[in-house]
């Protein structure tokens, strides 16, 4: 079992930065794969980037577009904490934002993910 909690969220103007943390824990491995999601009210959850617990393979959604270069993923394997650096905010990054947790390689899927953290809501005012 993983255990995953976000936090880090909260109401911000446009072009303000947040950086939403993921605490891991129970039986993560370096083969690992940790994502973020989101999902605004209304539209289905979409993939942002993703990372393997032992580095490497970073990537992000081929069709992101809209938060390439303004999202970073990022960790920290001594506190087992995921980080997703949020720079340059819009009103349509306004959505709930999940972390989780895949044995797969190369999850990009939601189905691909086998456990999810509560969420945290990000609210991005104009």
């Known amino acids: 079992q993983v255990q995953l909690v976000e936090s880090g969220g909260g109401l911000v103007q446009a072009g303000d930065s947040l950086r939403l943390s993921c605490a891991a824990s129970g039986r993560t491995f370096s083969r690992t794969t940790m994502g973020w999601f989101r999902q605004a009210p209304g539209k289905e959850r979409e993939f942002i980037s993703a990372?393997?617990?032992?580095?490497?393979?970073?990537?992000?959604?081929d069709s992101a577009d809209s938060v390439k270069g303004r999202f970073t993923i990022s960790r920290d394997n001594a506190k087992n904490t995921l980080y997703l650096q949020m720079n340059s905010l819009k009103p349509e990054d306004t959505a709930v934002y999940y972390c989780?947790?895949?044995?797969?390689?190369?999850?990009?899927?939601?189905?691909?993910?086998?456990?999810w953290g509560q969420g945290t809501q990000v609210t991005v005012s104009s």
């Open positions: 989780a947790a895949s044995n797969l390689r190369a999850a990009r899927l939601y189905v691909e993910y086998d456990y």
């Open positions: 990372t393997r617990w032992s580095g490497g393979n970073t990537y992000y959604a």
